[in-house]
């Protein structure tokens, strides 16, 4: 609002003043851009929006009964209640339950609905297309399995309907891409474990990130998980050493079963197992 055009509001005169009624006495400019206090009979009453103050031409000296306050402090409740929304959208795009919470954690109840209703039919809220959007980062950027996604959408409070449609902005291409980058990743990081291991490990982790059966399957058809036999032979030497000093109190066959055990349990062939206990009985026997 300029300058010019307040000041005339301001100064204006009511005519015909009901001095049962209070009238305002005061319209002061607060530090917040767009915002006015309102006095009424020389006392602070209440806060209100500049484009409510133009729409109702408020001016000093006009009377204010009891109904038209409550039309005012209405309106300005939804006007508060509708910018801290679009102030919360222009962070990125929010489902209606995310607007519908973050109206409450300002405790904009009463107004939430009428807000929800305003954002919709202006196209800042639509729910379908938040969940497409979400699908598409998700797959495009985070390499999540499509399990996770659908969970993620159902606690932003998206409908089934538009979680299944959203769900086609994930090709099943796209879905074993991800699986077989995450379980390169997976491989990557087994070196010291034995091949039926790291295959328990890569399963675990394509579940967890949301993969289903199918894509699981697929993956694995395409990425080698089968150590070499010195791949392998390695992977036993470092683990079997780490038993091996941490079983340093027992001698003779019962530490002998007890690593024994703890390869088998880490997934080692039995062969392989022997071989290794032989070497360590070898290095005990020249020590």
């Given at each position: 609002m300029t300058d010019d055009l307040l000041k005339k509001i301001i100064?204006?005169?009511?005519t015909a003043p009901d001095e049962s009624l209070p009238?305002?006495?005061?319209?002061?400019?607060?530090?917040?851009k767009g915002r006015y206090n309102i006095y009424l009979d020389e006392s602070y009453a209440f806060p209100i929006d500049e484009a409510i103050l133009v729409k109702h031409a408020l001016y000093k000296g006009m009377i204010i009964s009891e109904d038209f306050r409550e039309?005012?402090?209405s309106e300005d409740g939804f006007r508060?209640?509708?910018?801290?929304?679009?102030?919360?959208l222009n962070y990125g795009l929010r489902s209606e339950k995310e607007v519908r919470d973050d109206l409450a954690k300002h405790e904009f109840f009463d107004v939430a609905d009428e807000v929800i209703?305003?954002?919709e039919e202006q196209g800042y809220l639509d729910d379908l297309m938040y969940a497409e959007s979400f699908t598409r980062t998700g797959a495009n950027?985070?390499?999540?399995?499509?399990?996770?996604?659908?969970?993620?959408?159902k606690r932003r409070g998206i409908a089934e309907e538009n979680i299944e449609k959203a769900s086609e902005q994930y090709s099943f291409d796209q879905m074993v891409e991800n699986g077989v980058q995450l379980a390169e990743k997976v491989i990557r990081r087994s070196s010291q474990h034995s091949t039926r291991e790291t295959n328990n490990k890569l399963r675990q982790n394509l579940m967890q990130k949301g993969f289903d059966s199918d894509i699981i399957t697929q993956v694995l058809e395409e990425v080698t998980v089968e150590k070499e036999e010195n791949e392998e032979y390695?992977?036993?030497?470092?683990?079997?050493d780490?038993?091996?000093?941490?079983?340093?109190k027992l001698k003779g066959y019962k530490k002998i079963q007890k690593v024994k055990s703890s390869l088998f349990q880490k997934g080692f062939a039995g062969d392989l197992i022997n071989q290794f206990i032989e070497e360590k009985e070898m290095e005990d026997q020249d020590e």
């Open positions: 100064s204006s005169k009511s009238k305002i006495t005061k319209i002061e400019t607060q530090k917040r039309e005012l402090e508060k209640a509708y910018t801290r929304s679009l102030n919360y209703e305003k954002l950027v985070g390499g999540k399995g499509p399990r996770v996604i659908k969970q993620e959408l390695a992977a036993i030497k470092s683990q079997g780490k038993i091996w000093r941490k079983q340093a």
